[in-house]
């Protein structure tokens, strides 16, 4: 996989605290630190996709005939059943 070098400017605040992640153990370089944050907004990024896309659907699907009790315990059997 190519990479790309990136020049970044951070406050001291900031590089003292990769700094402790990376004595903590936690990372080995301030790239690796830097790189799991990325990461990590990318999947925060997906998961707000994916609840958009639940919340669209649900207001696509119109009023339901159902009561308040009937939708919850279908939800409970589907997630017993995953």
């Known amino acids: ?3 790309v070098r990136k020049t970044i400017t951070l406050s001291d605040t900031q590089d003292a605290w990769i700094k402790r992640q990376i004595a903590r153990g936690a990372f080995t370089n301030d790239s690796e630190y830097i790189r799991d944050l990325v990461r990590r907004d990318q999947e ?4 707000l996709g994916d609840l958009r ?3 669209a659907e649900g207001l696509d699907s119109g009023i339901s005939e159902r009561s308040l009790d009937q939708i919850w315990a279908e ?3 589907r997630a017993a059943n995953a």
Do not use: G
């Open 44 to 47: 925060a990024e997906a998961r």
């Open 75 to 77: 939800a409970e059997a």
């Open 1 to 3: 996989m190519p990479v």
């Open 53 to 55: 896309q639940a919340i």
